[in-house]
């Protein structure tokens, strides 16, 4: 082996590109994105500062927040998941709320637990359908760092609207409705620990700094500029590059695989795949939006019926990243809180991934069903103005 590659191998930088064509053309999607990016900031007079500040919001407004948030619940799961499935299989009647309010916690962390449930036998499928009509999944902590009010209504809404519809949904199929084959409740073993390399290690020892920061901003304490600046784009790069080599979005979890994966390596992925939506997000439209002279909100004023047919139907894309660009647009007034509340209740967020890897059937079918309470809320905000 290669000096290179031993030092590759040694700082974990090379993981996410995988061997062969198979592994590379992720790895080339990514970077062709980011570097069509870059060229727009490069060719944009001011667009190098204003991707700056956009790299630092994302880190210390977003990521900071999803990989907190993240571990508290990885090691609370590892902790209790056992628990939680004999509880949910022993108190029947409040696996629909539960389920809706592990779909409403902020992040996808709940959603996935409330999916693994049903895997498992442990979750009715309106139980499901609950979680994934009050998920809005890492968006959430977008909204939460920008409104916090408005967040805390879309939860409530969201939460009602959810359990609304499970309890529907499970006195018209029955509680054991679309349970995979063989789910027998029991628990495979959870890996909460895992060995870091070099750079997850630095990744880590930004956060508690970025967390710090973040929170006292969130709380509209004063902190000092430069230091919060030179942490979040710090972190904000850091993630950027490891986002560009590895990927994210928990792969693994896609295959089915979350149980196995070690928790501390999949927050690592996790908050680098939404910081890099957020980037995108905050340097799209700030840049390009800005350099373009576009009135985004003018134009989708043209069409304002619309428009929340348009959230709904970008919620039905698996994946946190477009609900992060859908209330991206929202914070900038570019659309309006009805549009932001059916993207909400459709979307599904990165629990749909292990989803349909367990339960495509079920997965698909519970996804159709979030349409109807998104539709009723949405355009029922919209006739009230909102």
Known sequence: MTAIAKTI????IGSGIGAGVGGFRPFAARATALSVLTV???AVPGGLALAGQAIADAYLSVSVFVAA???VLYAAEGLLRTDLGRALERHRLWQ???GAVLGGLPGCGGAIVAVTQFSRGN???????????STMGDAMFLLLAREPATAGAVFIISLAAGIAAGYIVDAIHGPRFMLPAGASGAAPAERFAGRLNRVETLWYALLAPGLALGTMDALQIEVDDTTAGAIGIAGGLLALGMWLVRGGENLACQS???EFTPKVRKVVDDANFVSAWVVF???GYEVLIAAAGIDLEAAFTVWAAAVPAIGILVGFIPGCGPQIVTTSLYLDGAIPLSAQLGNAISND???LFPAIAKAPRAAALATLYTTVPAVLVAYGAYVLGY
């Not at 191998?9 to 974990?12: C, H, K, L, Q, T």
């Not at 979750?123 to 009509?133: C, I, Q, R």
Request: proline share 3%; hydrophobic share 60%.
């Open 9 to 12: 191998r040694n700082v974990g």
């Open 349 to 351: 967020g990165d629990a």
């Open 281 to 283: 997000a905050f340097v």
């Open 96 to 98: 629909v709320p539960a």
């Open 69 to 71: 948030s993240m571990l």
């Open 256 to 258: 089915g695989a979350c």
């Open 40 to 42: 727009v900031v490069l």
């Open 123 to 133: 979750l009715s499928f309106g139980g499901v359908v609950a979680t994934l009509t």
